[in-house]
């Protein structure tokens, strides 16, 4: 039950693109498509961005994307706008639990 | 309008326990699985239960093992953690959110200090 791999930090400019990636193993990522990922603004909690590797829920722009090869997921953020900095966190089913990245703080510059 | 409402959180010494509640409103929360999310302080998000939505089948992260015990009450429309032995590293904010693989809403936590 070890935390998924994420980078810890991640930048882009305005209208600039960011991709993070998450990185797990067979029993997990790799072995499901049932990857999740969650943006938390400071003292606020998590919000689902993606679901099901790539599946956006209603409301969500779809500047934000997500895939998945192997035993990696990325969310890749297009057009960076200044309220998409945030921490960003990937989740994955592992069979009966699930697991959460370390996860990502992303700034916009 | 989806609503979580966490109570139940505070400080309690080493050792001590403490019971977690979560009101849910706005969705019929006999059809949901139910799991429990804690942030420590400064920290990554951590899964830590999940509840079947008839509550026959419930899965724990190791750390919380013969410690805690998630519960729901369908007629009440209500989530439950009863947290025992607890210990200074489960001190963190608890959300209760709805959903298995993925989950669409969160609470809004609640604090749990242990601490002496």
């Known amino acids: 039950q070890s935390a998924l791999t994420q980078p810890p930090s991640a930048s882009g400019s305005p209208g600039q693109s960011v991709t993070i990636s998450c990185t797990g193993t067979s029993s997990d990522v790799g072995g499901y498509n049932l990857v999740s990922w969650y943006q938390q603004h400071p003292g606020k909690a998590p919000k689902l961005m993606i679901y099901?590797?790539?599946k956006r829920p209603s409301g969500v722009p779809d500047r934000f994307s997500g895939s998945k090869s192997g035993n990696t997921a990325s969310l890749t953020v297009s057009g960076l706008q200044a309220e998409d900095e945030a921490d960003y966190y990937c989740s994955s089913y592992a069979g009966g639990n699930n697991v959460f990245g370390s996860g990502t703080k992303v700034t916009v510059l | 309008e989806v609503q979580l409402v966490e109570s139940g959180g505070g400080m309690v010494q080493p050792g001590g326990s403490l019971r977690l509640s979560c009101a849910v409103s706005?969705?019929?929360?006999?059809?949901?699985?139910m799991t429990w999310v804690r942030q420590a302080p400064g920290e990554g998000l951590e899964w830590v239960a999940r509840?079947?939505?008839?509550?026959?089948?419930?899965y724990y992260v190791d750390s919380v093992k013969g410690r805690f015990t998630i519960s729901r009450d369908n007629a009440k429309n209500s989530l439950f953690l009863q947290m025992n032995s607890l210990r200074a590293e489960d001190t963190a904010v608890y959300y209760c959110?709805?959903?298995?693989?993925?989950?669409?809403?969160w609470g809004q936590g609640a604090l749990v200090t242990v601490s002496s």
């Open positions: 706005g969705f019929t929360f006999s059809n949901y699985r």
């Open positions: 509840i079947k939505e008839d509550g026959s089948e419930k």
């Open positions: 099901e590797v790539s």
């Open positions: 959110v709805r959903g298995q693989h993925s989950h669409d809403y």
